[in-house]
């Protein structure tokens, strides 16, 4: 069984029907691929997997459950985890607290408990080390680069065991050492039975580290197949409309 599937999920606001009835399922062990042109409704899709956009109609099973979230913390709950493309951090907190922003470690209990600051500063560093980035506990997020921001979201989603990991183009800004610990990272998730959904304008990216390809054209799921059996030239075609469908 899958561990999630959308069934017919459509999504518009106000006139632009940005998903016009999407089917979709992955499982655990899975790196899914997610392609298709600007504005085709892939962050779309993903923000609605992550609980972040409510669907206009349709149905989202986890686990063979019907379910509905309200919240980005209901998807969290059951094991989504999401790498926002346009970051979502607080520029104002330091790298450390960025990572542990809604689940802060604390220490002592009852009314003394308080915020362990030593803890989170120390396990964000071995996170951005494992990560091969530079960036420190202490780095204020306003002053950071594209890439150094990508590595902090990116340690948020490891801090948990997620069940299903959702990268909205991890690689579209970094440096090419770091890209390959992204990739790296979702062979991975995928290798150790996660799954993973990898939003990306990178033909290479996705046809180095997914199983399988889908494409998304205005709206609509016009191809989805193993990786093995299409090319970059036909996912290609897909995007830009030089192909119908797959
Ligand atoms: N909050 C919103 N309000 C209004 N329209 C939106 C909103 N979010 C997305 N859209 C529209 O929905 C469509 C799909 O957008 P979406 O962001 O899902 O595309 P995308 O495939 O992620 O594109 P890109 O590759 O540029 O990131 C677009 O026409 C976009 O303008
Ligand atoms: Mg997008």
Redesign the pocket.
Known sequence: MSYLELKNVKKS??A?N?LQGVDFQIGAGEAVGLM??????????VKIIAGNVQPTSGQIFVDGQDTVFASPLDARKLGIEIVY?DLALCDNLTAAANVFLGRELQAGFGQFHKLSHAAMNRRAAELFGELKSETRPHDLVERMSGGQRQAVALARTRLSDPKLVLLD?PTAAISVRQVAEVLARIAQLRDTGHAVIL?S?RMGDVFEVCDRVAV?RR?HKIADKPIGDTSPEEVTGLITGALEEA
């Open positions: 606001f106000g632009i940005a298709g042109d600007n504005g085709a409704g892939k962050s779309t899709l493309q183009e939003v304008h998304l709206g």
